[in-house]
């Protein structure tokens, strides 16, 4: 069975522009969450998407968008970059039900560096 | 809100000896906690769970006990092997309501195990 991927690995951007990253989970999982991992502040949550509606959402601005599709794909946005959005980005996906705690399995992540 | 906490952040064992990974939290509402492992490059591996009716998991090298009144878990290694150096966090779900798809992780050790 395939595992998370995503896509792209490595990014470099500017101030200012946008970037969307994509995320495809395990086959016959429907929840992909989203993390950002920085330097000394492990991993913080951005958003978690369960059959194409966002769930659950942590504590970024605006700026940070995502999306999920019908076949589970997602992907997510981040407008107007800032210096301090450089980071490696995380997705996980897991069976996604509602009971019970599902595992989630992490993708190899995007690293995203704005200069 | 850092509700698990790993105060330490790197660790350095000789090869052969135990690694005591440390994680604390401070939402009792938690009632299950894991260990990822990560390597450069890569995404979170998920290592050993516990649930909270729990205090001790074992699986081949690996132990986590747990100390519900402490609000305290530990990741034991024994015996630690050079291939074992990698970032360890300790996560936490929370099942039910607005936290679904959500793990709260720690800010990560780095256990470094020298020959």
């Known amino acids: 069975k395939a595992g998370v991927t995503q896509t792209p690995r490595y990014l470099i951007k500017t101030r200012g522009q946008q970037v969307t990253l994509s995320c495809s989970p395990i086959?016959?999982?429907?929840?992909v969450s989203w993390y950002q991992q920085t330097p000394g502040q492990g991993l913080q949550f951005l958003f978690e998407y369960f059959s194409e509606t966002q769930r659950n959402k942590g504590n970024f601005p605006g700026r940070f968008s995502g999306r999920q599709f019908s076949n589970s794909r997602s992907e997510m946005n981040v407008s107007t970059l800032e210096l301090g959005d450089s980071a490696l980005y995380l997705c996980?996906?897991?069976?996604?039900?509602?009971?019970?705690?599902?595992?989630?399995?992490f993708g190899p992540g995007t690293r995203l560096t704005v200069l | 809100d850092q509700q698990v906490k790993q105060n330490s952040p790197s660790l350095s064992v000789q090869e052969g000896r135990i690694s005591i990974l440390n994680c604390d939290y401070t939402n009792s509402m938690f009632d299950y906690f894991l260990w990822y492992k990560k390597y450069p490059a890569e995404g979170p591996t998920f290592l050993i769970s516990i649930s909270s009716i729990k205090d001790k998991n074992e699986d081949g090298r690996f132990t986590v006990f747990l100390n519900k009144s402490a609000k305290h878990l530990s990741l034991h290694i024994v015996p630690s092997q050079p291939g074992d150096s990698a970032v360890y966090f300790c996560?936490?779900?929370?099942?039910?309501?607005?936290?679904?798809?959500?793990?709260?992780f720690g800010r990560g050790t780095q256990l470094t195990v020298w020959p």
């Open positions: 996980a996906s897991s069976q996604g039900g509602f009971s019970s705690y599902n595992e989630q399995f």
């Open positions: 996560a936490a779900p929370r099942v039910g309501g607005s936290t679904l798809g959500r793990l709260y």
């Open positions: 086959s016959g999982h429907r929840s």
